[in-house]
């Protein structure tokens, strides 16, 4: 599995962006692909996840009502970002995991490189 997000960059408070994660590697059933973000300073967090057959979503309480996650081909999803706040600013994983939903980041076994998105204000 060779997980590859793109989308990051600097927007002002308020503007949108889309963050995409493909798994380019050996294709294989991956049940759960999520997205995780680290601040400086800070601990990874969970953002959002997505599991199928469903699909079933979670969204940590920060960003509902603003992120959207969305499966696009069979190996690869995307994160919609509307709203975003200057604490929305860290570097975002992409993660992916067999098995059931989960919000933990030990629980994933494939990580991709991280794609930074800056929210100036």
């Known amino acids: 599995v060779q997980l590859q997000a793109s989308g990051g960059g600097l927007v002002q408070a308020g503007d949108s962006l889309r963050l995409s994660c493909t798994n380019s590697?050996?294709?294989?059933?991956?049940?759960?692909m999520g997205w995780f973000r680290q601040a400086p300073g800070k601990e990874r967090e969970f953002v959002a996840a997505?599991?199928?057959?469903?699909?079933?979503t979670k969204y940590a309480d920060s960003v509902k009502g603003r992120f959207t996650i969305s499966r696009d081909t069979f190996n690869s999803i995307a994160l919609r970002m509307n709203s975003l706040k200057p604490e929305d600013t860290a570097v975002y994983y992409c993660?992916?995991?067999?098995?059931?939903?989960?919000?933990?980041?030990?629980?994933?076994?494939?990580w991709g490189q991280g794609t930074l998105v800056t929210v100036s204000s």
């Open positions: 993660a992916a995991r067999r098995s059931s939903m989960s919000i933990a980041a030990r629980d994933y076994d494939s």
């Open positions: 590697g050996r294709t294989f059933v991956n049940n759960v």
């Open positions: 997505i599991a199928w057959p469903g699909p079933i």
